[in-house]
């Protein structure tokens, strides 16, 4: 909202006083300037959606999506919590104030049903309302994630090693399953990767094809869209596969859209890839450790980012509990270790990068904290801003537009 008034300037600043106090315009005036002051700090905060695990531990009151807010200091707040049974990752619709999560819910009897569920903010009264929930129809929900068109909304079932495909509504709620992939395979890793685990959804840049790393079978499932129905077409070839027993997690895509890393979380490794949008074919060009050398406890990785400059990646560790940070060379796509950030918090399970990449959060699952850190201009140092703030077993992140 933009107030109309009188440009400033110092002669209508020179009221004339009486007693040395000053006129009613100086003060109507400074008044106003005060309240655009104040206007101005409040926009520039960055507001966050947080996932977490909102079981019986979690007190009611906690249970569910915190909005928090995160200032220009790099100070998060909480804002509010919009009650929502279990909310584990989460997107947006890109061009409206709808969000969608995937989420485990108990019926009438007590029996356990993975969904996905719409809900939106109103700008009036500063509330969110849900839509809808739609059975997603594989086991373990664990990514969700919506094309930029916002008509198609995906699913990564990890319990089944599935995918789940639901037509976006006029009205931004979920229609019916429109499609299911379901994957076949194993891997070497007799405990983890027994059967497929699909574990993540990522869009490419141009919007057409949908990536899917699969935990159980090391590879990267590729499918192209057909928007019109809401249904997904295997490409030619299907996958990429990766190193035995690396277990494919997240993949992120760098910002010319050239390159995609991929994040490993059984052999804590990041594999760099070539993109050909044309044919919609992942090429691995190298890997790289997220560990230092040395480190021989037990870890596994989680997420995986690109600096909005294309020139820093970053993984996070569970188990060494930091970021690995890689430099990227913008020609080769090839990575190199540049050092790690080590955290103060235990499972760093998601974190996510502001759009200006100014700012990096990250939920420390297990210490139920969540942290704010200033990433410097050109990516390669992060500072820690304020104190941690209290979440529980936050498991998504994400910064959220036009709120």
């Known amino acids: 909202m933009f107030l109309k008034h009188r440009p400033f300037s110092a002669n209508s600043l020179q009221e004339p006083q009486r007693h040395g106090l000053p006129g009613p315009r100086f003060l109507a005036q400074i008044t106003l300037l005060l309240y655009l002051i104040m206007t101005i700090q409040t926009a520039s905060a960055l507001t966050l959606l947080i996932g977490n695990y909102s079981g019986q531990a979690v007190e009611?009151?906690?249970?569910?999506?915190?909005?928090?807010?995160?200032?220009d200091k790099g100070i998060l707040s909480n804002s509010k919590v919009l009650q929502f049974q279990n909310p584990e990752f989460l997107c947006q619709h890109p061009e409206k104030m709808t969000f969608y999560t995937v989420n485990v819910i108990y019926d009438a009897e007590g029996k356990k049903q993975s969904a996905v569920g719409s809900f939106q903010y109103d700008t009036v009264t500063g509330t969110f309302k849900l839509l809808n929930q739609q059975p997603v129809g594989g086991k373990g929900p664990c990514h969700v994630a919506i094309d930029a068109s916002g008509k198609l909304l995906v699913t990564a079932n990890y319990g089944d090693g599935s995918v789940?495909?639901?037509?976006?509504?006029?009205?931004?709620?979920?229609?019916?399953?429109?499609?299911?992939?379901?994957?076949?395979?194993?891997?070497p890793n007799t405990r983890r990767q027994e059967s497929p685990h699909a574990h993540g959804v990522t869009f490419s840049p141009d919007n057409r094809f949908l990536l899917v790393p699969d935990l159980g079978t090391d590879e990267?499932?590729?499918?192209?869209?057909?928007?019109?129905?809401?249904?997904?077409?295997?490409?030619?070839?299907?996958?990429?596969?990766?190193?035995?027993?690396a277990?494919?997690?997240?993949?992120?895509?760098?910002?010319?859209?050239?390159?995609?890393?991929?994040?490993?979380?059984?052999?804590?490794t990041v594999t760099a890839l070539s993109w050909n949008p044309e044919s919609g074919v992942l090429t691995p060009l190298d890997s790289v450790p997220t560990?230092?050398?040395?480190?021989?406890?037990?870890?596994?990785?989680?997420?995986?980012?690109?600096?909005?400059?294309?020139?820093f990646v970053y993984a996070s560790n569970r188990g060494h509990n930091s970021l690995a940070i890689f430099a990227?060379?913008?020609?080769?796509?090839?990575?190199?270790?540049?050092?790690?950030?080590?955290?103060?918090?235990?499972?760093?399970?998601?974190?996510?990068?502001?759009?200006d990449g100014a700012w990096l959060v990250v939920g420390n699952q297990r210490l139920n904290t969540v942290s704010a850190f200033r990433i410097s201009e050109d990516g390669a140092k992060l500072e820690k801003t304020g104190d941690s703030l209290p979440v529980p077993s936050p498991v998504c992140i994400h910064f959220v537009s036009s709120l």
């Open 60 to 71: 009611e009151s906690q249970r569910g999506i915190h909005v928090l807010k995160l200032d």
């Open 164 to 187: 789940s495909a639901f037509p976006v509504l006029s009205d931004r709620s979920l229609g019916p399953q429109s499609d299911f992939k379901a994957h076949e395979g194993s891997g």
């Open 220 to 245: 990267v499932r590729v499918y192209r869209l057909n928007l019109d129905n809401a249904q997904l077409e295997e490409n030619t070839p299907p996958s990429v596969r990766v190193k035995p027993g």
């Open 247 to 268: 277990g494919p997690r997240h993949i992120s895509f760098s910002p010319d859209g050239r390159h995609a890393y991929l994040v490993n979380e059984l052999d804590n």
């Open 291 to 311: 560990l230092p050398l040395g480190f021989e406890d037990e870890n596994t990785t989680a997420e995986i980012a690109v600096h909005p400059n294309g020139r």
């Open 328 to 355: 990227r060379d913008e020609s080769s796509g090839k990575l190199t270790p540049a050092g790690h950030l080590l955290l103060e918090g235990r499972e760093p399970r998601s974190f996510a990068i502001s759009a």
